[in-house]
């Protein structure tokens, strides 16, 4: 394996497809780094679509639909440029091979998804996520990229505020390796699903290179903006997405009634079917009336997945759904350029904040958002010509212990109880309800659940292909990343976007 690259892509999402793409000019080495399988990142998942706007007039509209979703927590200047650069991120997409939905006469197809006053959202059936990652991934291939999967980020190596490389563990020989590059880009995802047990979220989904930025000294802000959506199946928490309620799905109380505008932005969707629940009720995605010729070809996963996990045929019956942890509109600060305080390094996608989302995200723009701030990322990566060489560092030898001690340590608890711990706590204190004093709870518990980490470690011993290892690292990942939201969440005083603060 080649360890010096002129870019290297943490994280094989969307935002990191995109960057790694945008990077490869010439000859350029370029990586793509991830923790697992490169075509199973979270952004496979999203069914919804992309946003776009293609004249000034719409342009307009779009952006303020998004400054007013994010309950003007949020920097103006970055939102219109990623609305003006809507379009283009279109039909780059569709020039590299995107199987966008079309009409019969060849233009797009788009859907009107909540929070939005206009049929904007450009979509692939669907299936829009994964569309992209698989084109994507095909056009990475042919552009000689290099894949590097099942790779654990552990830590950066800085020399004098400037990027040089990172550190992972191969998890298939648990060894601990260096490589080297003259940019860093973390795409890595975001941190909603270190609510475990009520989240939308691949087990995958742990914040890990949200928690790396911390501990190297860069800056999270917004930490406390978990997006709930409103349409997960009760029970197996999978999403349905909101191309339901764009097809024109109802949301219904036991008393099949119906109790709110399902196009409205989703922490109000959210909000109100929690209050339905509060008082007793179930409550429902009813897609009786719209047939199955249209459900088949306008949404034929949600279809396949209410089959498959509810045993329910959404175009005849009811669906039990329920809000659950879906997005982390917090993250790494980052400016419009996705530029960290470290030269070199940058974040974009989920794991970022680029002020795009505030207090609660439009749908549609999380694709976008990947796309047009990985396109400027990876140019400016393509235009560095600084060389990167083997530097001395002692992180290298510190994470080499740190692993070792892993190892070599005797458990004193199964460290999976204290994640389903966290989960818990995380679920009935820092959730779409939260109070002063929850909170202050839900942070003593949390460290002393940080206490019992730092005491404990793995049983089985393998130096191998150990990804039990893996996940007792995502946990000491999840608890930090815990800790900052639940006292972001404390500081927050106000009740805004994606979730209510109670006076109790």
Same mark, same amino acid.
């Given at each position: 394996m080649n360890s010096i690259f002129d870019t290297i892509v943490i994280g094989s999402?969307?935002?990191?497809?995109?960057?790694?793409? @945008?990077?490869?000019?010439?000859?350029?080495?370029?990586?793509i780094i991830s923790k697992n399988k490169a075509t199973s990142s979270q952004s496979t998942q999203a069914q919804?679509?992309?946003?776009?706007? *293609?004249?000034?007039?719409?342009?307009?509209?779009?952006?303020n639909d998004t400054i007013k979703s994010s309950h003007n927590i949020c920097d103006n200047k970055a939102i219109?440029?990623?609305?003006?650069? =809507?379009?283009?991120?279109?039909?780059?997409?569709?020039?590299?091979?995107? #199987?966008?939905? !079309?009409?019969?006469?060849?233009?797009?197809?788009? *859907?009107?998804?909540?929070?939005? !006053?206009?049929?904007? @959202?450009?979509? =692939?059936?669907?299936?829009?996520?994964?569309?992209?990652?698989?084109t994507m991934f095909d056009n990475c291939i042919k552009a000689d990229i290099e894949f590097l999967e099942f790779y654990y980020l552990l830590d950066l190596i800085v020399?004098?505020?400037? +990027?040089?490389?990172?550190?992972?563990?191969?998890?298939?020989?648990?060894?601990?390796?260096?490589?080297?590059?003259?940019?860093v880009v973390f795409a890595s995802g975001g941190y909603a699903g270190i609510?475990?047990?009520?989240?939308?979220?691949?087990?995958?989904?742990?914040?890990?290179?949200?928690?790396?930025?911390?501990?190297?000294?860069?800056?999270?802000?917004?930490?406390?903006?978990?997006?709930? %959506?409103?349409?997960?199946?009760?029970? =197996? %928490?999978?999403?349905?997405?909101?191309?339901?309620r764009a097809s024109g799905g109802y949301l219904v109380n036991s008393h099949n009634k119906r109790f709110v505008d399902e196009l409205k932005p989703?922490?109000?969707?959210?909000?109100?079917?929690?209050?339905? +629940?509060?008082?007793?009720?179930?409550?429902?995605?009813?897609? *009786? %009336?719209?047939?199955?010729?249209?459900?088949?070809?306008?949404? #034929?996963?949600?279809r396949e997945l209410a089959l498959k996990f509810a045993n329910i045929k959404i175009e005849s019956e009811l669906l039990q759904i329920e809000p659950s942890a879906h997005y982390s509109m917090g993250g790494i600060s980052v400016n419009a350029q996705g530029k960290t305080t470290i030269k070199n390094l940058y974040a974009i996608g989920e794991c970022s904040d680029t002020k795009i989302h505030g207090a609660n995200r439009l749908g549609g723009n999380s694709l976008l958002e990947c796309v047009v701030f990985g396109i400027v990322v990876g140019k400016l990566c393509a235009t560095n010509e600084q060389k990167t060489e083997e530097v001395k560092s002692d992180k290298l030898s510190y994470n080499k212990s740190m692993i070792d001690d892993i190892f070599s340590k005797n458990p004193t608890t199964n460290f999976y109880d204290i994640k389903n711990k966290l989960s818990k706590i995380l679920n009935k204190y820092v959730g779409?309800?939260?109070?002063?004093?929850?909170?202050?709870?839900?942070? *003593?518990?949390?460290?002393?659940l940080q206490k019992d980490y730092d005491q404990t470690t793995i049983e089985d011993k393998h130096r191998g292909f150990n990804n039990t290892i893996v996940k007792f690292?995502?946990?000491?990942?999840?608890?930090?990343?815990?800790?900052?939201?639940?006292?972001?969440?404390? !500081?927050?005083?106000?009740?805004?976007?994606? %979730?209510?603060?109670?006076?109790?």
């Open positions: 999402g969307i935002a990191g497809l995109t960057a790694g793409l @945008t990077a490869k000019v010439g000859d350029k080495k370029v990586a919804g679509g992309i946003n776009a706007s *293609r004249d000034t007039a719409s342009t307009e509209t779009f952006i219109s440029f990623m609305c003006e650069k =809507s379009y283009s991120a279109i039909t780059w997409l569709n020039d590299i091979g995107v #199987p966008f939905s !079309k009409l019969q006469d060849g233009s797009f197809a788009t *859907r009107r998804l909540g929070g939005s !006053k206009s049929s904007r @959202t450009y979509y =692939s059936s669907d299936w829009t996520g994964l569309k992209i990652v698989q020399i004098n505020d400037t +990027i040089k490389g990172a550190i992972f563990l191969d998890i298939t020989t648990s060894k601990v390796v260096k490589i080297y590059a003259s940019n609510y475990a047990n009520n989240t939308t979220n691949s087990v995958d989904t742990t914040g890990d290179g949200v928690a790396v930025a911390l501990k190297n000294g860069l800056k999270l802000t917004n930490m406390e903006f978990v997006q709930f %959506h409103p349409t997960s199946m009760v029970g =197996s %928490h999978i999403l349905i997405s909101e191309s339901a989703r922490d109000e969707v959210s909000k109100a079917i929690y209050e339905q +629940i509060e008082k007793g009720q179930n409550v429902y995605l009813d897609m *009786r %009336h719209i047939g199955y010729e249209t459900i088949n070809e306008s949404m #034929p996963q949600e779409i309800v939260r109070d002063e004093k929850g909170l202050e709870v839900a942070i *003593r518990k949390i460290n002393q690292l995502e946990l000491g990942n999840s608890l930090l990343i815990a800790n900052e939201l639940a006292t972001s969440a404390l !500081k927050r005083k106000e009740t805004v976007g994606s %979730h209510i603060r109670s006076n109790r």
